[in-house]
């Protein structure tokens, strides 16, 4: 599936996660959404945790995982499977395609983005996904070897701290400026049907949504504020 990009274009990628402390965060509960989500159509899931990605392999053995791992360093704001040991353990739970932060903020213990994308291809073979959140990464992250592209980060560093995804400005400059066979997907603030149409208009190959499907804390919250 991840060399064939008919069975991926247009499609959804569900990101089924939930927060510390949630009692949705149970590798059951979360297994149970993967599969609810790929029987109703999803091309993907898109999991956060070794754990995670283990339980939805286990259960739904054919799917499609895009994994990643949350982890905080002192000194560093990267959280999204920042070191080369949480990419070892994303691949060694199962995941097919490997997310993490490809912006041009310090790593954690100066790790080099460059050599964890080599290392990750070289050693384990591993298909990339980079998490950015400007132009400049996202086509740094191509040439750098990363074979998928996510506007995940767009409004989330430093840099891009007062723009709001859904990152609309950026899908048609990376489109048309990054190799055909490089994947973009639009990830980050999609939260309606329409909206997801929008972003394949707008040049990406495929759409991921979380908080809009799977994110039963955040949602509620915001109806109760909504509501009070």
Request: aromatic share 4%; glycine share 8%; charged share 20%.
């Amino acid at each position: 599936m991840l060399r064939d990009r008919t069975a991926l274009q247009s499609g959804l990628i569900v990101s089924v996660q939930a927060p510390e402390g949630s009692p949705m965060r149970d590798p059951d509960v979360i297994a149970a959404m993967a599969e609810a989500s790929l029987n109703n159509g999803a091309v993907g899931v898109r999991l956060e945790s070794p754990e995670h990605i283990g339980a939805v392999r286990r259960r739904c053995p054919e799917a499609l995982i895009v994994g990643l791992w949350k982890r905080t360093f002192p000194g560093s704001s990267v959280y999204i499977t920042p070191t080369w040991h949480e990419i070892q353990q994303v691949w060694a739970a199962g995941a097919d395609v490997i997310a993490l932060d490809a912006t041009e903020r310090m790593r954690p213990a100066q790790a080099d983005l460059a050599v964890l994308i080599d290392r990750a291809r070289s050693e384990l073979g591993a298909v990339l996904m980079a998490d950015v959140d400007s132009l400049a990464n996202g086509l740094r992250a191509a040439e750098l070897g990363c074979h998928w592209v996510g506007t995940t980060l767009y409004g989330y560093t430093e840099a891009t701290s007062e723009l709001k995804p859904p990152a609309w400005s950026l899908l048609g400059p990376l489109r048309s400026q990054l190799p055909a066979d490089v994947m973009l997907v639009c990830e980050g603030g999609i939260s309606s049907a329409d909206q997801a149409r929008r972003a394949l208009s707008e040049g990406a190959d495929a759409v991921v949504v979380g908080t809009a499907i799977t994110g039963v804390d955040l949602q509620v919250a915001a109806y109760r504020r909504a509501l009070a």
